[in-house]
């Protein structure tokens, strides 16, 4: 295997050992591929010339043309190559099976059934050793240490580059990162350099983005929210949770936040509104209004059906209790899920809930007495209700204890985000 920096400045000679130039660059096709194959040499002399692969015998340790110059057949770009050294090198990237950011300091390239391919990208020291001649003195060095320098080559499939710049932009790159985890895209984000952040934010769908928007700091979403245009933010906010949506718009200045409640549809806007009217260190300001539940009087089995065709079930932030509602929305009682999957399906949903007397709180709850009850009762949830007992919404666990807790301790507390 070779790498590009090896290339690069190298003498190209034809078959005959005629000068051509000196390789300036190296141009892949189908990068979308776990190995994109070479298809052409940048070739610099005066003017600039593309050498097909097909028509190079030899790489290393030389650059040779399998045929004369006056037979080349220039190669002519198309637009969907992509140089790896005005592309790739020296640029940000993301290792999706590491989940970091790391920048390409080299590039390797293999010979696959005959044909020269990109096979990784060296994101170690020993990419910049070789980049600035001296890999082979580190070698020599590290082995009288009898220290062997650590590789660090990450395959290519394994790759999302994160810049605008040419084909480097990619349907899989934004695949690949929007399926991680949002804890982890949020991480990525706040490693970024500014301006691949925000190339990196608009490749995001926006449920991807509002889900790693929820595990940043309020002003990392403050900053990110303020350079969207309105309508995506409003679009963005929109697939937060309604608590955190209403934190975000309390953070930004008030007449921005009113515009994108503007934006927003209004059942969204009204629940953030709602969200809104009480301090945001009470229960009513850390609630979030999705949650799932049953009316009173159902069977196990009817209350399932219900439940599965409940658009408010399938939104539930937390679908582990369920609330059972008498009519108005008063709260009864509550099951767990296990409970109501595992229970006979004809038997009364009441033989399996807590009836009656429940923990619950009311809007005006501090935050940190909410803190306490999960504490106290090992509680993943604690329902919030007005002053006639109607069911408001819940409160979770790590909404609960953000106040009371260490800033690395609340990172190990799971969010409870499905991800579709």
């Not at 590009?4 to 190296?26: E, I, T």
């Not at 209004?289 to 399938?314: H, N, W």
């Not at 909410?370 to 409160?395: N, Q």
Request: aromatic share 6%; proline share 7%; glycine share 8%.
């Amino acid at each position: 295997m070779i790498y590009v920096s090896q290339l690069q400045g190298k003498p190209v000679y034809d078959a005959w050992g005629g000068s051509v130039g000196r390789c300036v660059d190296v141009l892949v096709e189908h990068p979308e591929r776990p190995f994109p194959t070479v298809c052409a040499l940048a070739v610099r002399d005066g003017a600039d010339l593309f050498v097909p692969a097909a028509q190079v015998s030899s790489l290393y340790p030389g650059i040779v043309m399998g045929v004369r110059r006056a037979e080349l057949t220039p190669y002519t770009p198309h637009g969907g190559e992509l140089w790896l050294g005005r592309h790739v090198l020296d640029r940000q990237i993301m290792d999706t099976e590491g989940r970091r950011v790391v920048r390409v300091n080299d590039l390797q390239l293999a010979q696959m059934r005959g044909r020269w391919c990109l096979t990784g990208v060296d994101v170690g020291g020993l990419g910049l050793l070789r980049r600035l001649g001296v890999e082979g003195a580190a070698r020599r060095v590290a082995g009288w240490l009898r220290r062997p320098l650590p590789e660090g080559v990450i395959p290519w499939e394994d790759v999302a580059p994160l810049q605008e710049e040419g084909p480097v932009r990619l349907q899989i790159a934004k695949d690949k990162i929007a399926k991680l985890h949002p804890a982890d895209i949020a991480a990525i984000l706040q490693d970024l350099d500014p301006h691949t952040g925000q190339e990196l934010i608009a490749s995001l769908p926006d449920e991807a983005l509002a889900e790693a928007l929820q595990e940043v700091p309020s002003e990392v979403q403050v900053a990110v929210l303020s350079d969207l245009e309105p309508e995506r933010a409003a679009d963005v906010l929109q697939e937060m949770e309604p608590d955190e949506a209403a934190d975000l718009v309390a953070d930004l200045p008030p007449e921005t936040g009113e515009d994108l409640l503007d934006l927003m549809e209004l059942a969204e806007a009204k629940d953030v509104r709602a969200l809104l009217a009480y301090p945001a260190d009470s229960a009513g300001g850390i609630m979030t209004t999705e949650f799932a539940s049953v009316p009173a009087g159902l069977t196990v089995g009817r209350a399932l059906e219900y439940l599965r065709k409940s658009e408010q079930a399938q939104e539930s932030e937390l679908l582990y209790y369920v609330y059972i509602l008498r009519e108005g929305g008063k709260l009864e009682g509550v099951v767990r899920l296990r409970h109501l999957v595992l229970a006979p399906w004809d038997a009364p949903l009441a033989d399996y809930a807590e009836m009656g007397k429940l923990v619950a709180v009311s809007p005006q709850t501090p935050q940190t007495e909410v803190a306490y009850l999960v504490a106290k009762y090992d509680l993943l949830a604690v329902p919030v209700v007005d002053e006639a007992g109607v069911l408001l919404g819940i409160v979770t666990v790590d909404d609960a204890v953000d106040a009371v807790l260490p800033t690395a301790w609340k990172k190990r507390i799971p969010r409870f985000v499905e991800r579709g």
